[in-house]
Nanobody
Framework: QVHLVESGGGLVQAGGSLTVSCIVS????????MGWYRQDPGKQRDLVAK???????TYADSVKGRFTISRDNARNTVDLQMNSLIPEDTSVYYC?????????????WGQGTQVTVST
């Protein structure tokens, strides 16, 4: 079993900062990439940022320059530092990990954490 647990969501004023964190636990062979997605009700889940095991990062255009993703390979954690938040960043944020287990590669998801940016 692989488990992803997010923490750090909440309410913040526009212009403020917030960090969401995720830890991966359980039995697996390796984590090739980790990332953060967000999803609004009735809409698709969109990539916010992702990071590979070699620390190559990818960001959605809407968050470039404001968000920073980082990972700790020893602790199997990934953080998303969010600065200069705007109301449009309000969403449920999901942690994702692309994991190898028994020769298979699959994407695992956390339960989601709400981030609300007030005006």
């Amino acid at each position: 079993q692989v488990h992803l647990v997010e923490s750090g969501g909440g309410l913040v004023q526009a212009g403020g900062s917030l960090t969401v964190s995720c830890i991966v636990s359980g039995r697996f062979d390796g984590i090739i990439a980790m990332g953060w997605y967000r999803q609004d009700p009735g809409k698709q889940r969109d990539l916010v940022a992702k990071i590979t095991a070699s620390d190559k990062t990818t960001y959605a255009d809407s968050v470039k320059g404001r968000f920073t993703i980082s990972r700790d390979n020893a602790r199997n954690t990934v953080d998303l530092q969010m600065n200069s938040l705007i109301p449009e960043d309000t969403s449920v944020y999901y942690c994702a990990a692309y994991i190898s287990l028994g020769g298979r590669w699959d994407t695992y998801w956390g339960q989601g954490t709400q981030v609300t940016v007030s005006t």
